[in-house]
């Protein structure tokens, strides 16, 4: 049991899922005293009077519980696998967004500073009374300031709007990712359960079949 348990932490740790269940078949064979125990690929012919010691171990084996349990993990994994990568993707696009609105407040912070200068070299000229040519000149510089603080106000604001929205699918993906894990980690409790209580009547097989156990 510790075996079985071992093996399905590891593949859960690596994200691989764990070898299917073995095919395994028991019937007599017609006209000889024998019966033909087939594991897997390997094949064997035994003593008739073995049959019904193989047929209770094929039957505790509860091999279609397995298969049933293996299936569920198989779907449960995949879509774990499925919801990581949306998940890491959504934090990935919140973290571009962030980024962007970051150096976009940097852009309104430029653009206010230049709009500051801007006025205070239009008051400066009007306090010292300078020709009316520079002090219009002055004010469409200052004009055209404030034209592109508008501007960048507006792409600010836009970005905030982006950043809200990415942020929001990020945590609806990472909420969605930790639900799947649960339900993977639910479908992978029950089937070490299912394995482990399959596998002692398959060591008995294996060991009819002479198959050797795994590693």
Do not use: W
């Given at each position: ?13 690596s ?61 449960a ?115 070490a ?23």
């Amino acid at each position: 049991m510790l075996l079985v348990f071992a093996a399905l932490s590891l593949a859960a740790a690596s994200g691989d899922l764990p070898p299917a269940p073995p095919r395994v078949t028991l019937m007599a064979i017609p006209g000889r005293d024998v019966c033909a125990l087939a594991y897997d690929v390997k094949r064997v012919d035994l003593p008739l009077a073995k049959q019904r010691e193989l047929a209770a171990a094929l039957e505790a084996a509860q091999l279609d519980d397995l298969l049933a349990a293996h299936l569920r993990l198989r779907t449960a994994l995949a879509a774990a696998k499925k919801a990581d990568g949306e998940q890491a993707e959504a934090a990935q696009a919140a973290a571009r967004e962030k980024e962007r609105h970051q150096k976009q407040a940097g852009e309104v912070e430029r653009a206010e500073k230049q709009v500051e200068t801007a006025k205070q070299r239009v008051e400066t000229a009007q306090r010292r009374r300078e020709d009316a040519k520079t002090i219009d000149g002055y004010r469409s510089t200052l004009n055209a300031s404030n034209n592109r603080l508008s501007t960048e106000r507006r792409q600010l604001a836009r970005a905030k709007e982006l950043l809200q929205l990415a942020e929001g699918r990020a945590k609806e993906a990472a909420q969605a990712e930790s639900l799947v894990q649960k339900t993977y980690q639910a479908a992978a409790a029950d089937y070490a359960k299912a394995a482990a209580t399959s596998e002692p009547a398959l060591r008995k097989l294996r060991a009819a079949a002479g198959v050797p156990e795994p590693k």
